[in-house]
Each structure stands twice: as structure tokens, then as C-alpha cells.
């Protein structure tokens, strides 16, 4: 299991190693940069950032065309990258869970959360992922401003290997702060009606006993092997509630009704980032011109008419 002591250990090694590379070295293919940041107008609290260098130096995007990948080893994965990406391995229940630096950043200690990376796991989340990243989350003492996210294939994935995403994100996002409505038993909520987007969401308490903790956990991952079944792509946020007093985690599930297979870095891609509303774009255009109608917009295009289905999943008693 990971302690809090060792959690707040391993993140402020995190940051400390992190910010060396990216001072001292070149191991990233750029040095962060964002030129620009607001809020677009509006009431729902959409954060956007200009970084130009991600669009034009990261890494060309694998097309993943299952929700059922197979690891490809000739491929490029994680088991090839220099040994100085590699910031620390965690040990965690029996597996070792590899942190690596993202190359081409959004925000500052950008880093990826790579579970088993010598077995070759595809990007599919495993159960013993869902553990971690929970248990990791709800043990960081400060507010540092650390979310995990993920892309399953379909969804926006750049790379056919397991792995989620650290990201450090101070500000408020329009998702922090979006009305619940309880869905069923076991804290499993979906967006109130009233905001412009829809996903499910699970709350993990830390007071939670630890049957609690696990059959949550289960019941999310049989969510999202449901999904992979049902060839239906999804994104993952994960946040610690932003209320000071309520030691909580946050997992929201945004299932998508479209395959995006190949981003489109002329525009605004829509990740597990922009469907909690964080939008880095690369293009100063754009930047500029950006509004919150016409971001909530691509991600209804997203999620399509796909709800209904998912909202008859829980009625029909499967959690």
C-alpha cells in the first residue's frame, strides 16, 4: 500500500527531479512555455492556455483503432525510451508503477504514470491502475494542484502502452465545481441536467473503510470494461475535491459516442483535459478567438447521443 509519508516523499522527489531535466538538460522535446493564459468568458470557469510548442515539436500520435488494443512491440512504447526519462519506480502491492517524464508538456511536472512497463500492457486500464492513481491522489497532503487523466483509444491516446497522465493544474476547471446528481448507490453521481456537458462520476471518501474503497474501485473498473466492450471510447479525470474540508477524490467518466482516431492539431483536440475544462491550444488565432459556447460544443459533438445508453446501464442494476 502507499502511506502518506511516502506518497508526499515521492511527489516532492517528482517535482524536484522533474524541474532539474527541464532545466539542465535536454531530455524534453521543448522547454514549457505558455505564452498566454485566461479564462474564456463565461460563467463555467473553461481555462485556457496558449503553448505553441507542443502542436509543432511532440511526438506523432499512434492510431489506435480498438478499445481492445494489442501491445505492439516494434512500435514505440515505453520499454524504449533513455534512461533519464525515467523519474522514479514506485513499488505498489506487488507491481512496480513507472513515472516518466511527458517530453512534450502542458503543464509543469507533466509526467506519465506507467504501471508494469516491461509486461507490455496495452493502453487498457487495468484494475491495479485504478488502485494506485486512487490511492496516490487521496494520500497528497497539500493542494498542489495534481490531477491524473486518461485517453483510451478512440479518445484521443497518443501511444499503445499503458498509461495515465500526472498533470499539475492549479486553477479552478469548470468541472471542479459541477453540480451532482446521484445516479445509484455507492457514491456514483452523473452531471446535474443543467450543465452543458454529461459524465459519471465516482467519489472516494478517505474515510471510506477499505471493503468500501475496494468495491467502489471494482465497480468502476466493470464500468470501464463495459465501455471497452461496447467499443465506446472514454476519457478519465481524476481530482481531489477542491473543498479544503472534504478529503475527497473525484474520478469522472466522459464516454464518447465518436472514434477519434488522428488529432487535429489546428484546433482544439478533446481530451480527458478539455472535457474538465482545461484547453491548451498551440495557435494564437485561435487562442484569441476561443469562446466557452464553442468549447462546450465539440464536446457535445463528442459525446453524441451516447448517454441515454449509459444512463440505462446503471438503471438496469449491472453496478
Not at 3 to 27: A, F, I, P
Amino acid at each position: 500500500m502507499l502511506s502518506k509519508n511516502k506518497v508526499n516523499h515521492y511527489v516532492g522527489e517528482v517535482m524536484r527531479r522533474w524541474q532539474k531535466l527541464h532545466e539542465t538538460s535536454n531530455t524534453f522535446a521543448y522547454q514549457l512555455n505558455v505564452q498566454e493564459s485566461k479564462y474564456l468568458e463565461g460563467s463555467n470557469c473553461i481555462y485556457s492556455e496558449l503553448n505553441p510548442e507542443r502542436t509543432t515539436l511532440r511526438r506523432a500520435p499512434q492510431v489506435i483503432q480498438s478499445l481492445n488494443p494489442v501491445f505492439e512491440e516494434n512500435k514505440f512504447n515505453f520499454k524504449k525510451i533513455p534512461q533519464q526519462e525515467l523519474l522514479m519506480i514506485l513499488p505498489y502491492d506487488g507491481i512496480e508503477v513507472s513515472i516518466i517524464i511527458n517530453k512534450s508538456p502542458l503543464t509543469l511536472y507533466h509526467s506519465l504514470i506507467c504501471p508494469d512497463v516491461q509486461n507490455g500492457l496495452a493502453q487498457r486500464v487495468t484494475l491495479d491502475t485504478l488502485r494506485f492513481c486512487r490511492d496516490f491522489l487521496l494520500s497528497i497532503e497539500d493542494d498542489r494542484g495534481f490531477r491524473i487523466g486518461y485517453n483510451s483509444p478512440g479518445a484521443l491516446a497518443s501511444v499503445n502502452h499503458l498509461h495515465m497522465h500526472l498533470i499539475n493544474i492549479e486553477k479552478d476547471l469548470y468541472i471542479d465545481n459541477a453540480e451532482l446528481d446521484t445516479l445509484c448507490e455507492d457514491d456514483v453521481f452523473r452531471l446535474n441536467s443543467s450543465m452543458p456537458t454529461q459524465a459519471v462520476c465516482w467519489i472516494f471518501n478517505q474515510r471510506d473503510s477499505v471493503t468500501q474503497m475496494e468495491n467502489k474501485t471494482r465497480k468502476l473498473y466493470e464500468f470501464l470494461e463495459w465501455l471497452c466492450t461496447e467499443n465506446t471510447p472514454h476519457n478519465i479525470f481524476m481530482t481531489p475535491d477542491r473543498v479544503k474540508s472534504q478529503k475527497r477524490l473525484k474520478i469522472f467518466i466522459y464516454p464518447r459516442e465518436n472514434f477519434c482516431v488522428v488529432k487535429d492539431f489546428k484546433a482544439f483536440n478533446v481530451g480527458f483535459c478539455e472535457m474538465s475544462g482545461y484547453v491548451p491550444v498551440g495557435d494564437k488565432q485561435l487562442f484569441d478567438q476561443l469562446t466557452e459556447t464553442q468549447v462546450f460544443k465539440r464536446i457535445d459533438e463528442e459525446i453524441g447521443l451516447i448517454f441515454p445508453k449509459i444512463i440505462n446501464y446503471f438503471e438496469s442494476g449491472r453496478t
